[in-house]
């Protein structure tokens, strides 16, 4: 309550403001600690944006201004979020790695008069904590929900779930559990990790006592996934031939070069794979690359970040300049437009992304690995979301 108070008077003073020059984002994320990657990426799809399109909508310029958040910590993410809204005098908000963080900042929303566009948070729910949140990211529903039906058509009827103990990672073992089900297959045994998780040799030996002839995994991507794809292979699963089965977080381009053959054949389902063949993607990664320095870093929230800006930038549009949070989200609702991941769209029931999800194989391409995309699954909803 404390943060809607003090962001009341900072709106009030804006009020009767029609126009403004200058349109202020901010956009919380990991830009220093063990996720900074993550952040890199959050702004290099933003500079991306900008290379392509710049950074002026109408008569009105686009300023980012970032906050560090480099672990999940929602009371600091309130913090921050009102220390944009007041101290910075933002019309909108971006960003946010981490769903504890989301959730954190949607309460601060309707009061302040400022949407939210979400580049990576990937839980179903965040969108029911305000009808001013707009994703364009992913939920971890829509990528693993596929996954079970790829599991079945390659024969596989016993799995075991492991995943990280927060909300995508409940999502994603909720998400293959139904699925797997549905389609006729048995989950053996459903693991959930603290995601302070860094020695994995117990799971390990959990799936091995399991019996099960996979594991779907979901871990949030960044250091904790290498350390889980690398005892995965040390304690002998993929010599025993265990299929590894996961969302395509464990295997994010900028890993893949650590990776190497541990990760080789491994597949996953996902909204973005770098290797996606469009001209809309290789300008993106043009523009993205040449802002990191070093293309090998790109990875998937950089493609949410981009396509978060092509929404803000509709919404300035609609409005004009003018802060009306509520018709900025309505602007954007029903949305299409050419993403780099191929075609996309807002649903305008529930503000999720609805977009395709591939089936792709780690694979070793002209000595360069890289998610090699294999099946597509078209227009794909969010299966988690249910309506408040």
């Not at 709106?11 to 994320?29: E, F, N, P, S």
């Not at 600690?33 to 702004?43: D, E, Y």
């Not at 960003?95 to 948070?121: H, K, Q, S």
């Not at 090998?296 to 800006?309: H, K, Q, R, T, W």
């Amino acid at each position: 309550m404390k943060y809607l108070l003090q962001v009341t008077a900072a709106v009030a003073l804006c009020a009767g403001v029609a126009h403004a020059d200058v349109i202020k984002v901010g956009v919380v994320g990991p830009f220093s600690g063990g996720a900074a990657l993550q952040g890199r990426n959050f702004q290099a799809g933003i500079e991306a944006y900008f290379a392509l399109h710049g950074k002026t909508v109408g008569e009105h310029e686009i300023e980012v201004i970032y906050r560090d958040l480099p672990a999940a910590d929602p009371g600091q993410s309130a913090a921050l979020t009102q220390e944009l809204i007041v101290g910075e005098g933002v019309q909108y908000l971006a960003g946010y790695y981490y769903t504890p963080d989301a959730m954190a900042a949607a309460p601060i929303l309707e009061e302040a008069n400022v949407p939210m566009v979400i580049f990576n948070a990937a839980t179903s729910a965040i969108v029911n904590a305000s009808p001013l949140v707009v994703r364009t990211s992913f939920t971890t529903f829509q990528t693993s929900t596929p996954m079970a039906t790829v599991a079945r058509e390659r024969g596989i009827s016993k799995a075991i779930t492991v995943v990280s103990d927060y909300g995508p990672g409940i999502d994603a073992e909720t998400a293959f559990v139904r699925a797997f089900g549905a389609a006729g297959g048995e989950t053996v045994q459903s693991v959930r990790m603290p995601m302070t998780t860094v020695d994995f040799s117990p799971i390990m030996q959990r799936i091995k006592d399991s019996g099960a002839e996979a594991v779907f995994a979901f871990l949030p991507a960044g250091p904790q996934t290498l350390g889980f794809m690398t005892a995965f292979v040390e304690n002998g699963l993929k010599d025993a031939g265990v299929q590894l089965l996961a969302p395509g977080d464990l295997t994010q381009e900028s890993d893949l070069p650590v990776l190497g053959p541990n990760a080789a054949g491994m597949l996953t389902t996902f909204h973005y794979a770098v290797s996606h063949n469009s001209p809309e993607n290789i300008a993106f990664i043009e523009a993205a690359s040449n802002w990191l320095g070093n293309p090998d870093e790109l990875s998937f929230p950089a493609v949410g970040a981009y396509d978060g800006m092509t929404v803000i930038a509709r919404m300035i549009e609609a409005t004009d300049g003018r802060q009306d949070a509520a018709a900025a989200v309505e602007a954007v609702k029903g949305m299409e437009w050419i993403s780099p991941r191929g075609p996309v769209s807002i649903n305008p029931e529930n503000r999720h992304l609805t977009q395709n999800i591939y089936l792709r194989e780690v694979a070793e391409v002209e000595g360069k690995w890289i998610n090699h995309e294999l099946q597509v699954f078209e227009n794909q909803g969010d299966p988690g979301w249910v309506a408040p």
